[in-house]
Every structure is written in C-alpha cells, then in structure tokens.
C-alpha cells in the first residue's frame, strides 16, 4: 500500500459515506415502492479496472460487492464527460445484470479531463415487458421471454438523454411511468456521487483519491487472507437441493468442495446440476461472482468487523463454475428468478464452511425470498404492478445464539413494506402479518420463525405473482444435532369451503373476496433440543415463537399454566431421542438422498454438463425417470419399504451405467 494508515482510515470513511449518501438520494427520490421501501437498489464507486471499491454497509442491496462493470463500460467505447451507461443484459454485460428488471447504471467521474472513478447504481424496476407483469415468471424458458433486454448503452450523451433509448424503455414495460420515475432518482444519485467525489478531490487531490481507491482494495484483500487463514485446511463438501425447476418434478442439485490452502479458498460447484430449462439459472458467467462468494464476504466481515467492504475481500477467492450448469449457464438460458438458486449457493457454502468451522457458523437460514407482486386491472384496459411484501423467513441458529425472526439477510437486507403504504398504493387488505409459531427448527438453539403474510384482494381478475418460492420440499437444514425449519405453504381462501393448498405458482388470478396466505420456512435449529434450557423454551411460548404443544413435541418441555412442570419435563425428555447427526434435512431430503446417493448425482452431473445443451436436459429427464416412474407420485414425501428402496437404487445405478 502506498498511503499511509491514517490517511487511508480517513479516505476509506469518506468513499464509503459517498456510497452511503448516493443510496439515501436514490430512496428518497424513487418512484416506486420497491425502492422508497423495500430498498432493491444498491449505488457504489468502481476503480478504474471497473471494481468495487466502496460499498454502503447499511442500505441497499448487501451482496453486490463483487459485481464488475468492466466490461459493460468496454463495451460502449469512449466515453464523455455527462455519458451515463445503461444495461440489464446478463449475458451482454458479462454478468453485472443478473436479470432483466435490473436495471444498471455506470457513470464516468471526471478530473482535469481524465477520469478518475466510476458511480454505479442499480434499480430494481416495476417492469420491462415480458411475458408475465413484473417481467419475472419461473416458467420461462428463455431469456427472450423475460422482457426487453438492454445490451450496454449511453442512456446519456453529454448530460443529454437519449431519446431514442427513452423510447424503447418507455414501449417495453406496463408500468413506464414508474420506470421513468426510478430512472430518474437513480441518475440523481449518480449526480450525488460524483458531487462528493469532486469535493473529496477537492481536499486531498486526485492521485491521493486514485491511489486510495487501489489500497483500499489490497488492505481488504489481506484482512480477508487473514481470516480464512483461520479455517482449517482441507476440503469441506456439501450438497442441498431447490425443491424443483417449477416446471418439472425434478429437484435441482447445487454442490459445492470448498478447499481452504494458507488463506486462500477455491469454490469448486462441480456436480451441480446442469442448467435448467426454467429461469432459476445464476449467470455467474464462470467468474467470482458477488450471487457465488455472498458467504465468503459474511464469513470475512463476522469474524474481523474492521475490514472494509469492497471487492478486495474475494482477493482470496477461486471459482470453479462448470459451463453450462446451473451456476454458469449459457445464453439464451432464463435468470428472471436467479435469486432463488443463489439462495440455495447460499446455503452450501454456508454448510461447506459449517465443516471446517461448526461452532462459528450458524444452520441453515429459511432458504427463500418472495417478492410478493400483484397486478391488478387499473381500469383502462393495462394493470399496475407492485410488490406487496418481499417475504423471508428466519436466521439459522448457531452454537450460543438463537436464530433472528422473520429476518434473514443472507443474500440481501431488503426492508419489509409498511401495511399502511401497501393498503393506500393498490386494492389489498392486509389481513395478517405475522411470525409463525413452531416453523422454527428446535434446538438448544433456536432456529429463526418464518412469516405468515395473509390479505384480502379487492379486485376481480387480479394477478398475484410469488418469484422464487422454495422450502416446500426440502427444508432448512438443522446443525449439530438442530432440527429443520418448517417447510413454506401457499394457501388460498384458507379455513373456507373453497380452500385451495398450492405449491409454486406462475400467474395465480383471484377475485375480489379472495384471501391469499404465504408461509415462509422457518430456519434450522443448532444443537441438541433436549439441551435446551426450558426456561428458554417457556419464554418462547409465552412470545408466541413455539405453542405449547411443540414445547412438548420438539423439546420434551411440558408447560402447565404458563410454567415450567419440572418432573413432567424430566420424563418427556428422558423418554426422547436426542441425535448427535451434524445435519438434520428433514425426512424427505433423507428419503431423497437414500436413492440418489451423493456419489452417484456426482457422477450424473459430471456426465450431463458434457453432453451437448440441446440434449442435456431430455437425457437428465430420461434418467430419473427410469427411477421414479415405478415410486409413488408423492415420493420423496411418504415413506417406502425396504425392498423399494432397494430397487429404486438399482434403477438408478443402471441408468447411470447408460452414461
């Protein structure tokens, strides 16, 4: 590092107060409630190798640190003082975009005609066309049915809009004026960064300011060396599932071998499943990228606070994405719901490193987001489209400390939306909205509860979208003995006649008197729950985390008139099996997992992601259905005979001796 530590302390508070200030200018001045609340939006400053190198810790999307815009700024050419880019294309920038309702900005900073840093900044918009409101559907099969794909350009010319561009933007979305409005507080942020970074420059001159954005950098790059150093070296796997790819009954695998050598890790997902014919594809595009190292980022700032947050703490990272798999998929594959495989990568990572550090980190986390859209008829023929309530479910608990409520900031620290703001911006009375008793998985720890969201719709002929709905199947895991969470339910019209019990759904269409209720998983439980304290235990049930029957049921606790019944406690737990196993999936992974063996899905995956894309995934289908075309249709739920399970393995040995 060439600045001193002072003046580099004194530098990396101000960049990252710029990064701050750009967020509260694009909230403030947003159009929809997607950014004035929810906050889907993040603003940053990149070096001139198109790199993080301040990222705000305390609003905003918290993942994106990783994220490159290098290439999409090669990609326009030169560029002129009042140039903004803009893009939303996965493929065409190279993985910045992640899907097409992102929308990105990346904006030159001049010095004495030279430029010195670039503002970035993203949005996550209403709508850019596509075959479903909100542009996001799991059903869709290519990127060309997502909605209109931005490939780099200038939005801006010289401090200019480019009409033409306006143009396409407003044509290709339903909800263009919302667009426009983001658009607008997202250059307005824009604006403000490069104010500040000028006054900076201003007061320490702009080698000092270039330097420090490049030692900024390498001090996190050995902050991060020193703590995975920490982690024992050797190579942790771990493997878990998305429930399915939406449009078949197939699970979908993600695998992980993380090897940790002397402070540095590599990230190998081979075995993971090869992409899918759905939209839960992650364009990672092979690289390091910020939806693939998330746990490498909370591992580095948990275990040394002082580091600071940019691009240098994946200093130490290496990534391999076999091509064509789910976390590399190839062009023209759907993205719209990534964040739901990206949730799962989460997930492994967070089980991989359990491995090496198992009283560091904490079980599974509820596994799923939901931005919970309606689009209703807006009386002239077109719909508005807003997001209800982006729905998560709880924290894993971890060795010491309970897992944290209807809260879960594992890939993003979206905000809830007030009840009061939902009701006034569209036809909906929200009738619930709550945590959810008994979903978090026991323990001498607790697991984290999910949410109930229940409302009321007042519309005929309105749409209710839920993105990225997972935990039906599979649930979050439970650690060191924890029990899992409760998996998620989708009900309509619950405890009525016409009830109707979902799994995930595309475009549900409801009328006016119709009540819609999510339940998000509850997240897994750490340790022993015969060793947790019952005073613990009838405090929760007195808060409304667990009833008193799953007091009895999960940890052996019998509470009469809201105290601890000692004796009656000692004999319940005495009378119940407590398990050392270091993961605790549920019965339907362990059913799952008794007939595709770990070895044999690495060995399937291995074999597929060879075959050409045109036959990878017909050939994935063949296979397991050679297997499960002879299981019940209920499989891996329900329970089978000896003898079942044993030919269900022999089938699936076969088939892959086919390969």
């Known amino acids: 590092m060439k600045l001193d530590p002072v003046t580099l302390a004194i530098l990396g508070n101000k960049l990252a107060a710029i990064s701050e200030e750009m967020c509260l200018t694009l909230q403030r001045t947003g159009r929809t409630l997607y950014v004035k609340e929810t906050a ?41 003082p009042g140039d903004v880019i803009l893009t939303n294309d996965p493929y065409r920038s190279e993985g910045l975009a992640t899907h097409l309702p992102d929308l990105h900005m990346i904006e030159p900073y001049f010095h004495e005609g030279r430029i010195v840093a670039y503002g970035w900044c993203f949005v996550h918009c209403s709508d850019v066309g596509g075959r479903v409101p909100s542009s996001i559907s799991p059903l869709n099969t290519e990127i060309y049915q997502e909605g209109l794909r931005i490939p780099p350009v200038k939005l801006m010319k010289r401090g200019e809009m480019s009409p033409e561009v306006r143009l396409f933007l407003d044509a290709n979305s339903r909800t263009p004026d919302a667009n426009m409005g983001d658009i607008r507080a997202m250059l307005a942020a824009l604006t403000a960064g490069r ?34 150093a920490r982690v024992p070296n050797g190579t942790y796997a771990f493997d878990d599932y998305l429930d399915d790819d939406a449009a078949t009954r197939l699970p979908v695998r993600v695998a992980l071998a993380a090897t940790f050598e002397d402070g540095t890790v590599h990230l190998d997902f081979t075995g993971t499943d090869p992409q899918v014919a759905t939209a839960m594809n992650v364009p990672s595009r092979g690289r390091p990228h910020a939806w693939l190292t998330l746990r490498v980022l909370a591992l580095v700032s948990t275990l040394d606070p002082t580091a600071p947050l940019n691009v240098g703490l994946l200093g130490p990272v290496r990534i391999t994405a076999p091509k064509g798999s789910l976390v590399n998929p190839e062009e023209p594959a759907a993205t719209g719901v990534r964040h739901a495989a990206a949730i799962r990568v989460n997930d492994v ?99 984290g509860c999910g949410m109930e969201l229940t409302f009321r719709v007042l519309t005929d002929g309105t749409n209710v979208l ?66 947790r304290d019952p005073e613990a235990v009838a405090r929760d049930v007195k808060n409304g985390f667990v009833t008193g029957e799953g007091a009895a049921a999960e940890y052996g606790v019998v509470i009469t008139n809201g105290t601890v019944d000692v004796p009656a406690t000692e004999r319940a737990r005495q009378a119940m099996a407590s398990s050392n196993s270091a993961i605790q999936s549920g019965p339907e992974r362990e059913a799952w997992d008794s007939v595709f063996a770990r070895d044999g899905m690495d060995r399937l995956n291995r074999a597929l992601v060879t075959l050409p894309t045109s036959i990878r995934q017909r050939r994935r289908r063949e296979i397991f259905a050679s297997v499960l075309d002879d299981l019940p249709p209920e499989f891996p739920r329900g329970s089978l005979s000896e003898d079942a399970l044993q030919a269900a393995r022999r089938r699936f040995d076969t088939a892959l001796g086919t390969l």
């Open 40 to 80: 889907d939006f993040a603003c940053a400053l990149a070096g001139l190798d198109g790199r993080f190198f301040a990222y705000p810790r305390s609003i905003g999307v918290s993942g994106f640190v990783g994220l490159e815009c290098a290439p999409a700024i090669a990609a326009v050419g030169e560029l002129e």
């Open 195 to 228: 104010r500040r970074l000028e006054q900076t420059i201003a007061q320490h001159g702009s080698d000092t300011v270039v330097t420090a954005s490049e030692d900024l950098v390498a001090y996190a790059t050995a902050k991060a060396r020193d703590v995975i």
């Open 349 to 447: 990572l967070n089980g991989a490193f359990g491995r090496a550090l198992p009283q560091v980190m904490p079980a599974a986390s509820s596994g799923t987001v939901i931005p919970v859209v309606m689009a209703e008829p807006d009386g002239r023929g077109g719909r508005r489209v807003q997001v209800v309530e982006p729905m998560i479910g709880g924290t894993g608990a971890r060795s010491g400390r309970d897992g944290v409520d209807g809260r879960d900031s594992g890939i993003s620290n979206l905000a809830n939306n007030p009840v009061e703001t939902v009701e006034a911006e569209m036809g909906v009375e929200i009738l619930r909205y709550a945590l959810r008793p008994d979903s978090g998985g026991a323990g001498e720890w607790r697991g």
């Open 466 to 531: 839920g993105r990225g709905m997972e935990r039906l199947l599979f649930r979050p895991w439970g650690s060191n003995g924890g029990k899992p969470g409760r998996p998620a339910e989708l009900i309509v019209n619950r405890g009525t006649p016409a009830e109707r019990r979902l799994g995930k759904i595309d475009v549900l269409e409801v009328n006016a008197g119709d009540t819609v209720t999510f339940l998000t998983p509850g997240a897994g439980g750490w340790g022993d729950p015969t060793r």
